[in-house]
Nanobody
């Protein structure tokens, strides 16, 4: 069983930055961030493969967001720069266990970008 816990959300103004953290217990194959705005479907934001350190981003966040990991802390980070109102959403972390490739979700953390 993998436990996934997000933190770091908050309210900021347009152009500001936030860093989200995701702690996932166990041996992980990959970690991804998704987000869901009110009235919209959950969408992919970014992913990192823990085996080969490969990353991938949604077009809407390329050049503004950066995903990284700290193996020693079992933590994945999402650095979000130049935030826009359209980035407002609940951000969810998803971890894929290496042994089973089963997916585990966190409870989500709210990010609000408004003047």
């Amino acid at each position: 069983q993998v436990q996934v816990t997000e933190s770091g959300g908050g309210s900021v103004q347009p152009g500001e930055s936030l860093r989200l953290s995701c702690v996932a217990s166990g041996v992980i194959y990959a970690t991804s961030w998704f987000r869901q705005a009110p009235g919209k479907e959950r969408e992919f934001v970014a992913t990192i493969n823990w085996r080969v350190d490969a990353t991938q981003y949604a077009d809407s966040v390329k050049g503004r967001f950066a995903i990284s990991r700290d193996d020693a802390k079992s933590t994945t980070y999402l650095q979000m720069n130049n935030l826009k109102p359209e980035d407002t959403a609940v951000y969810y972390c998803r971890a894929v266990a290496l042994s089973s490739l089963q997916m585990y979700w966190g409870q989500g953390t709210q990010v609000t970008v408004a003047s």
